[in-house]
């Protein structure tokens, strides 16, 4: 297969171009190289969505870039036809989502609460920060978004192995775990800027829950 567009690749106008990969319920799940992107459209495992959500196969992509006279991401040209790169492609048989998780590491943690103490909430460098367990280790606390929180050195041997309350203290930034929205999450991953003609399928995508792939 990648003969095939190597071929057609003598062709192209436009080398660079990227397309935004939904899922099948059209949820941006990555983004691909036109040549990947037209690979999976000709074998059948991805659409090509257009302005409104309507899906195409390859057959029909070709049929309808006739009438497309110009292609902000160009066309691949073919002694028989062309084809317009597309903007958005969506998988077929793929339904998973990004993980909505932030993964659990001390940059993250320290990220996440703004390199405050959630004790005293004043910031500090990072070196002057530890992690520490609200419900001590030896009293069951786990190692997770549930129960860690930064603190100051002072507040962290203040409080020492005890639980908030029996050391007379609060926590003044309350616990919480980070959730980012998946177009955040998206850019974040995304090898290139975002295009304007992605937006939209970013932008109106949140989720409250965590979804595991
Ligand atoms: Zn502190």
Not at 68 to 78: D, E, K, L, Q
Request: glycine share 6%; proline share 5%; net charge positive.
């Amino acid at each position: 297969m990648p003969g095939f567009w190597a071929i057609l690749l003598l062709y192209s106008k436009e080398m660079s171009a990227h397309v935004l990969v939904l899922n099948r319920n059209l949820y941006a799940v990555q983004v691909a190289t036109w040549e990947r992107a037209l690979t999976l459209l000709y074998l059948g495992r991805a659409g090509v969505v257009d302005e409104e959500y309507q899906v195409h196969d390859f057959h029909d992509w070709v049929e309808l870039s006739k009438t497309i006279a110009r292609n902000p991401a160009g066309f691949i040209h073919t002694p028989n036809f062309k084809v317009a790169i597309p903007d958005v492609i969506a998988l077929r048989f793929f339904d998973k989502v990004l993980k909505h998780e932030i993964p659990f590491t001390r940059r993250n943690i320290y990220r996440h609460y703004g390199n405050r103490c959630c004790y005293c909430g004043k910031r500090f460098l990072s070196s002057e920060l530890n992690l520490e367990h609200v419900v001590p280790r030896s009293r069951g606390g786990t190692t997770d978004w549930k129960n860690i929180v930064t603190a100051c050195i002072p507040c962290n041997l203040r409080k020492g192995d005890r639980l908030p309350k029996e050391a007379g203290m609060r926590l003044m930034v309350p616990i919480s775990r980070p959730k980012l929205s998946h177009g955040i999450i998206l850019q974040a991953r995304l090898p290139i800027r975002m295009r304007r003609c992605w937006q939209r399928f970013v932008d109106n995508v949140y989720w409250d829950s965590c979804i595991e792939e």
